[in-house]
């Protein structure tokens, strides 16, 4: 059982292209259907991305973005985003070009290393 859902976790997992200052990062990132996440000015949609991908990222070259967010447990935030470049989602050999607001966490995205982001839901369609 635990192999079979190993493997179906594989088919939410995209390779992601994130462009930023000319640096592009490739990270995999789980499309997280419970995600409905949008920056409050600019209602895009944000990708969770751990922040060890981009510590060497000058923040104060960007406009910065405080994104409130809560979860099914009650517990609530702000999380600190900013806009890439440009955001490339591989789904299927076609590649999708994406307006999203980058949103970092220090915590580790899943306990396997299967994905270091979360896609918001409606992304992949």
């Known amino acids: 059982v635990y192999v079979k859902d190993r493997r179906s976790?594989?088919?939410?997992?995209?390779?992601?292209?994130i462009y930023?200052?000319?640096?592009?990062?490739?990270?995999?990132?789980f499309l997280d259907t419970g995600?409905?996440?949008?920056?409050?000015?600019?209602?895009?949609?944000?990708?969770?991305?751990e922040r060890k991908f981009f510590k060497d990222l000058n923040?104060?070259?960007?406009?910065?973005?405080?994104?409130?967010?809560?979860?099914?447990?009650?517990?609530?935030?702000?999380l600190i985003g900013i806009r890439p470049?440009?955001?490339?989602?591989?789904?299927?050999?076609n590649i999708k070009e994406e307006s999203?607001?980058?949103a970092f966490c220090d915590n580790k995205l899943s306990k396997h290393s299967d994905y270091n982001g979360l896609l918001p839901r409606g992304i992949i369609e």
């Open 85 to 93: 470049d440009s955001v490339k989602i591989n789904i299927n050999g």
């Open 20 to 29: 930023i200052d000319n640096v592009k990062t490739i990270i995999k990132a």
């Open 59 to 78: 923040l104060k070259n960007h406009s910065i973005y405080n994104i409130p967010y809560s979860v099914v447990s009650g517990c609530n935030g702000k």
């Open 9 to 17: 976790l594989t088919n939410y997992v995209y390779t992601t292209e």
């Open 35 to 49: 995600n409905e996440l949008r920056e409050p000015a600019t209602n895009l949609p944000v990708i969770i991305v």
């Open 100 to 102: 999203l607001i980058l």
